[in-house]
């Protein structure tokens, strides 16, 4: 699997470092539930079409209440 490159992420820097810190543990955290997420759709049935759904749903934003 070819390594993928992550821009920088650019957070402020009055911001406290613990602030800083959970902030990039919450962005790795969701980026490995959407891999993982990916990976489990993709061993299901690759033909589905649910990797589609899935980004969709995800791209959406959250459901309006």
């Given at each position: ?53 899935l ?11």
């Amino acid at each position: 699997m070819a390594k993928q490159t992550v821009p920088p992420l650019p957070l402020p820097k009055n911001w406290p470092r613990r602030v800083r810190s959970a902030a990039v543990h919450a962005i790795a955290l969701a980026r490995l539930a959407m891999a993982t997420a990916r990976g489990q759709a993709n061993s299901a049935d690759p033909g589905s079409g649910r990797i589609a759904h899935l980004t969709e749903e995800i791209c959406s934003g959250p459901p309006n209440v």
